[in-house]
Nanobody
């Protein structure tokens, strides 16, 4: 049974940083692309960032690339999302997800429905 577990969320003030972790188990981690998504109350789940199996190829939502960094450590079966200069509009539940590499299609890594495995989410709240 594949499982993804996020951690590292919390309540912070605007301008602070957080690092989210996504620990994977029950799957061969290097076979999977990992994505981060977020969902604010009343809004659809939106793409944040994605890293391929090697950790070398990364994509970000256009508005987040200057503040967020995605990475992974395959030796620890863990992916990360470093978030700097947080803003109140970053408040959301953050989810990590995994999709078998090569199966998401061209640009499919932006689409939540393409991902097979999901974590339970971690709340990030940024106060002004």
């Amino acid at each position: 049974q594949a499982t993804l577990v996020e951690s590292g969320g919390g309540l912070v003030q605007a301008g602070a940083s957080l690092r989210l972790s996504c620990a994977a188990s029950g799957l061969t981690f290097t076979l999977y692309t990992v994505g981060w998504f977020r969902q604010a109350p009343g809004q659809e789940r939106e793409f944040v960032a994605r890293v391929d199996w090697s950790g070398l190829n990364k994509y970000y939502a256009d508005s987040l690339e200057d503040r967020f960094t995605i990475s992974r450590d395959n030796s620890k079966n863990t992916a990360y999302l470093q978030m700097n200069n947080l803003k109140p509009e970053d408040t959301a539940v953050y989810y990590c997800a995994a999709v078998l590499r090569g199966s998401e299609g061209l640009g499919g890594w932006r689409i939540p429905e393409k991902y097979r495995y999901w974590g339970q989410g971690t709340q990030v709240t940024v106060s002004s």
